[in-house]
């Protein structure tokens, strides 16, 4: 007959079997505290964005029947939202690429600046940045209205200038310039030291010109970080509300057609209006969610170079 298992087989085994369970626990205990920190800005953002866009998406849906595309439906067969969508996108497109434009050759030049005059200029572009809503639009009527400061001078030495209305497509593309040049230097002037000295060097000893240089080191370097900031951009333009308001007011957003605009209008003046808004919005959250994937893929590109 077999002998009985002796006492400390016994603990042996227990201790074995209490091994996995010790160290689940000091891995969970370890997670705790590392996420212990972060615990009341997760609750905040799920308080303030996550269960906010889940209502929307499911008020987006609801219908007096229940769950169903008629909200989807009834909004993209309407011409005005159609309108909307396709001006918003013709907007935010066309102002990233404006402050692209103007945009990274003042980051490059600022960023090679000496430290305390790049100091000033950061500063000044901090403020421009974020100075927007109810205030710049009152700054772009005193710059560009009907009497404002530029249309009275430019009249007064007998030049004709009619400017444009605050309310159409190339007045809040001018206004939108003010918020977002600054606001596109800023993000790309840190990308702009990625180009070292020594590849400048190492080109010269190649017999490279400058024109060369900047054809196939500088511009395929820096690229996918002003795409990045065209995307950045592109996005923050979509959802403008404050500033947008201002220079359309309530009687011109029947005239430019945006996204924002339509769903303040759509809430004041629809029976329709609480679904209608939610669809729009989530039409908002969808562009702004793609924008930033492929904003991520290209960061995650632009990246490799200080590996």
């Given at each position: 007959m077999g002998s009985a298992p002796s006492a400390g087989a016994l603990g042996q085994t227990a201790t074995q079997r209490s091994a996995p369970a010790r160290s689940m626990a000091r891995a969970l205990r370890d997670a705790l505290a590392a996420w212990l920190p972060a615990?009341?800005?997760?609750?905040?953002?799920?308080?303030l964005l996550v269960i906010p866009a889940m209502l929307l998406i499911?008020?987006?849906?609801?219908?007096?029947?229940?769950?169903?595309?008629?909200?989807?439906?009834?909004?993209?067969?309407?011409?005005?939202?159609?309108?909307?969508?396709v001006t918003s996108l013709e907007l935010a497109a066309l102002s990233a690429t404006l402050a692209m434009l103007i945009g990274t050759p003042a980051a490059w030049f600022i960023s090679h600046m000496f430290p305390a005059r790049r100091a000033i200029w950061l500063a000044l572009l901090n403020v421009a940045a974020n100075f927007g809503g109810i205030g710049l639009g009152f700054a772009y009527l005193a710059t560009l209205g009907n009497v404002g400061m530029v249309t009275l001078m430019l009249k007064a030495i007998g030049i004709p200038f009619d400017p444009p209305s605050p309310a159409s497509f190339t007045g809040l593309a001018i206004g939108y310039l003010y918020t977002n040049v600054p606001l596109f230097v800023l993000l790309t002037i840190p990308a702009m030291g990625v180009l070292r000295n020594d590849w400048w060097e190492a080109a010269q000893t190649a017999a490279a010109t400058r024109l060369q240089f900047w054809r196939y080191v500088g511009i395929p370097v820096l690229s996918p970080f002003i795409a990045a900031g065209w995307l950045l951009i592109f996005t923050w333009s979509i959802g403008l509300y404050g500033l947008a308001f201002a220079l359309a007011g309530t009687g011109g957003a029947t005239q430019v057609r945006l996204i924002t605009?339509?769903?303040?209008?759509?809430?004041?003046?629809?029976?329709?209006?609480q679904e209608r808004a939610a669809v729009l919005a989530v039409v908002l959250m969808v562009l702004a969610t793609v924008s930033l994937l492929i904003y991520r893929v290209l960061l995650r590109r632009a990246l490799r170079w200080f590996r």
């Open positions: 615990l009341p800005l997760l609750l905040l953002a799920a308080l499911v008020q987006s849906f609801s219908t007096e029947a229940g769950l169903s595309l008629a909200n989807w439906g009834k909004v993209l067969s309407n011409r005005n939202d159609q309108r909307a969508i605009l339509q769903i303040g209008l759509t809430l004041q003046s629809s029976a329709f209006g």
